[in-house]
Nanobody, 124 residues
Framework: QVQLVESGGGLVQAGGSLRLSCAAS????????MGWFRQAPGKEREFVAT????????AYADSVKGRFTISRDNANNTVYVQMNSLKPEDTAVYYC?????????????????WGQGTQVTVSS
């Protein structure tokens, strides 16, 4: 079992930056692929970024590539997403997720554990 708690959301102006954190409990964290997803009002939850168990491999949605960076600290059971050059269309609730696999995962159905989410609002 893995429990996930996100933090770091807030209100930021367009062009600004935020770093979201996801603290995980459970011994399996270091063996789990991790992902970030987001859900804007009235829209479906969508993939943002994923990182494999070691942190050596990452992948991003086209909409955030070059602006967001996912990373992890297995010693502290934490995964991060650094978000730069934020745009109003990045406004959403951001969710952290863990998968019971070592490999990158892209689909919502491939993740087994989810956090409660943290709100990110980007003003224009």
């Amino acid at each position: 079992q893995v429990q996930l708690v996100e933090s770091g959301g807030g209100l930021v102006q367009a062009g600004g930056s935020l770093r979201l954190s996801c603290a995980a409990s459970g011994r399996a964290f270091s063996l789990s692929a991790m992902g970030w997803f987001r859900q804007a009002p009235g829209k479906e939850r969508e993939f943002v970024a994923t990182i494999n168990w070691s942190g050596a491999r990452t992948a991003y949605a086209d909409s955030v590539k070059g602006r967001f960076t996912i990373s992890r600290d297995n010693a502290n059971n934490t995964v991060y997403v650094q978000m730069n050059s934020l745009k109003p269309e990045d406004t959403a609730v951001y969710y952290c997720a863990a998968a019971r696999t070592w490999l990158l995962r892209f689909g919502l159905e491939e993740y087994d554990y989810w956090g409660q989410g943290t709100q990110v609002t980007v003003s224009s």
